[in-house]
């Protein structure tokens, strides 16, 4: 994802949050939020000694195309829950991503773990929303917000109970992060310049994240391997999507990195 893509989304959002708030509300949307009474802690679910796998349910992307589109999100979920993921990631982006709002509602009758909505938030709306669906956390990206409403959200999720994954790609970022008191941060391997993956970025940022937060490594993870040399320098939890929906067989797949990879922390 580039830069130009990542504007491009965030854009996209704004007119998908605008036309919704339309349609259903601001006060509407608010209300349904606030009378949850059933949010998962996301973040005890990634605070086991082990590395937590979130296992993400992605059809499409920018740089990938369609990745899958044979299988339905109930089952994708379950084989993940089966395969012992500690939590989901679930994609409600709809013009890239092929993600939809209701995706929470069916991730949600098909899973008792804690969902992650992944998604490009930039409006108050749009947190009141994924908590109203059935998310239990939202996604904030440190690239596409100012300072100031990135710390505003982040409150947001807070008073709502919901776990924010504060996303960075470097130093800057991680610092902003950290100055906003996020407790989840996740590191992103993706560069959004050249669109190339290199998990080395994972491992140069971690000794960045203050004490106390929750760890997590993003994109171009596939292997135990890697999972591994993560787990050894301090990560908490790993956000998998891609090789998971390539896989021909996808609750085999989750397996293989869900069993026993302790944390060298």
Do not use: W
Not at 92 to 110: H, I, K, P
Not at 112 to 127: A, C, G, N, S
Not at 129 to 142: F, K, P, R, S, Y
């Amino acid at each position: 994802m580039s830069a130009d893509v990542l504007r491009q989304l965030v854009a996209s959002a704004r007119d998908a949050v605008d036309a919704r708030r339309g349609a259903v509300p601001l006060g509407a949307v608010r209300e349904a939020a606030h009378a949850r009474t059933d949010i998962r802690d996301f973040r005890r679910a990634l605070s086991h000694p082990d590395l937590a796998v979130i296992a993400e349910h992605k059809r499409a992307s920018p740089s990938a195309g369609v990745i899958r589109a044979d299988l339905s999100l109930p089952d994708v979920v379950s084989a993940y829950e089966r395969a012992g993921a500690g939590a989901l990631s679930v994609l409600t982006e709809e013009s890239r991503f092929g993600g939809r709002l209701t995706d929470l509602y069916e991730a949600r009758n098909a899973s008792e773990l804690p969902i992650l909505r992944k998604d490009f938030t930039v409006d108050e709306y749009q947190v009141y929303e994924a908590a109203a669906a059935g998310a239990d956390a939202v996604l904030l990206i440190v690239a596409a917000l100012e300072v100031g409403p990135l710390a505003d959200l982040h409150t947001l999720a807070g008073e709502l109970g919901l776990a924010a994954l504060v996303e960075v790609h470097d130093e800057r970022e991680l610092e902003l992060a950290a100055g906003i008191g996020a407790r989840i941060i996740g590191i992103n391997n993706r560069n959004l310049a050249t669109l190339e993956v290199d998990v080395q970025t994972s491992l140069r940022l971690v000794s960045g994240v203050p004490d106390g937060v929750i760890r997590v490594a993003e994109s171009g993870l596939r292997t135990r391997e890697q999972l591994q040399r993560l787990a050894d320098a301090g990560f908490d939890a790993v956000l998998v999507g891609e090789s998971l929906m390539r896989a021909p067989d996808i609750q085999v797949a989750c397996r293989e990195l869900t069993g026993v990879l302790g944390s060298g922390a």
